[in-house]
């Protein structure tokens, strides 16, 4: 595996996410995912960025050099719970019906909402579980999907 | 019992005021209006700039020869997009500045008013960190804040961005707290792990190179460094941005490496076994192409910014820390160790003896700017400052001028801006009223921030200008011979030509010129005794002369370019 996942706690002030997306693409860093939101602690969020191993080092130094980036952490991947949440739109018809709920429920999908010729799904899992239910459905004709970036957490103290 | 309130323009002026800054450089406008205002009571020196990316380099030239924080104030729009050259020059050069610029109201943020532009996005990239500012009583703790990121650290630009309406609201002052930035801590003490293992290369080093640069001045370190390189016998070489770290003329000086430095410095370091890099970047002017750098030798890389350690060239000891703290624990840590460099340091004499720095100035052919610059250092005083614009006549300087002092070399090196030489010239003599401020400059460099010399006049600032006219952008004239096949697109001056001492005399200077050997010593002599005002002084040059030694950019540093014979090799 050459994805390392970066755990960046900055300071919940306007202008971060731009400038942490500055920094990368100024830098010219290769980003697969990057999703951010708000944690425990009042006045901090946190992005989860994952990235490729080569930059991965400088990416931490450029970042770090933010004044709005308190602290970076690289999560290692043997101790880490990674998340991603999903939602599908994909066609059915009276035909296909059963089976796309049977098959994507199977994978752990929620139909969230059916209609005569659509089925919404929502999935919460790890990446690649999402990349499954994706190729599942494909045949059928996914209409929309939107995935929420990546987001990771240490599982020791 | 409530204090007086005040204006957020009246606490922009208190707080520099509190920060005891003296001098700002500036140009008002529309949105900056109420800070203006307020100031014209100030026990401030406001240096009215003609154009705002001159108040930017006179800032700029402020800081660099104090080492302290240079302050400039502009307008929203126009105002602020004409500092983004200053902005990234200051970042590149790691020079610490505070820009405070105006911005529209705060309601009409983003609807595309008049002089509304996006400072703080615009300047995401040019400025160490930015702020906007959304209250009035934030003023004098966010502008503590900026100095505090501007001069700890890496130094580099800070931009804050006031709204008129925030400069007009009427707010009680609060006293700045104690800053706590929480993502902000700059390591300063190396550790000590990194300095004995750095000890024990050096001791174990049979050619070592101390490779030093801006991050020594910046640092103060420059006694430290003097130490550590006699004491040990470790041969120096200085940067474009270290010139005057370490003095020219000491026996373990060889200047210059890189691009268009001399041959033993280059060499010295591709010989080296042992690079002792502090604060310096590894940049691709000193490089050439990294792959061939310095190949057989280890590296330790001590610099204050992390990111730097590692960007370029993997050390075998990365070192994070103030220059001026990781040599004292150098020297602590190599106390009585007998370093055997001698054959080192005489093989380097051998090379600068077999390969100087030369040039041919003719009895009665054109000048040569290298002799001229060698006249003027005979004239002028030990600590006069020389501010350098960009190009050939840059290189020239760092070659044949003599640094024994830090901060007396002003130049643009990280973004080379061609029109820094003068308006940084007067933010130096604003510093230093009574030094000699030398700015040399070019004629290309000078016809782009050439306004400011009114900026001089009407400030009472005696700066003293050479412009090396030599009709073209030299570099670019050069490149074009070595690259271009002598096709001279768009590098040539010579058209329309100003009347160099006419311009000076127009714009309240005394305007000279030399056009002969004879006229040199006389000149100058004449230019260094007028102090009651600026004086420009043409010079005029060849326009045939390069700029050797030369490594093409990308190339390898074993091969250095000697003159115009060695080209073939290319």
Redesign the interface.
Known sequence: MSERILSVLVEDKPGVLARVASTISRRGFNINSLAVGPTNIQGRSKMTIVTELESVEQVKKQLNKLINVIKIVELDPENTIESEVLLLKVSINKDTQTSVIEKASLSGAKSVDVGSDYAVFEMTGASKDLDKLENLLKPFGIIEMIRGGRIAIQTKL | MSEEKLSGAELVVRSLEYMNISTIFGLPGGAILPAYDPLYDSPIRHILARHEQGSGHMAEGYAQATGELGVVIATSGPGATNLITPLTNALMDSTPLLAITGQVASEAIGNDAFQEAYT??LT??AT??NY?ITNAEEIPQILLEARH?ATTGRPGPVLVDIPKDILNQKVEWIEPKLID????KPTLEPNPKMINQAADLIKKAEKPILYVGGGIIHSKANEELFELATKFQIPVVTTLMGRGAFPDGNELCFEMPGMHGNYTATTSIQKSDLLIAIGVRFDDRVTANPKFFAQNAKVIHADI???E???IREPEVPIVGDAKSVITGLIERLEGSDLKTTDWINELNQMKKDYPLSYIQEEKGPLKVPFVLEELQKLSDEDAIVVSGVGQHQMWISQHWNFTQPNTWLNSGGLGTMGYSLPAAIGAQAAYPDRQILALDGDGCFQMTCQELITASTENIPIKIVVFNNGNHGMVRQWQKIFYKNRFSASELTHHTPDYVALAESMGATGLRMIEKSDVKKVFEKMLEINDKPVLVECIVDPEDMVFPMVPAGGSNDVVILNEDDLKKL
């Open positions: 703080v996005g995401m990239a160490k960190h906007l990121i930035l929480p993502g902000y910014d992390p990111a350690i590692g960007k």
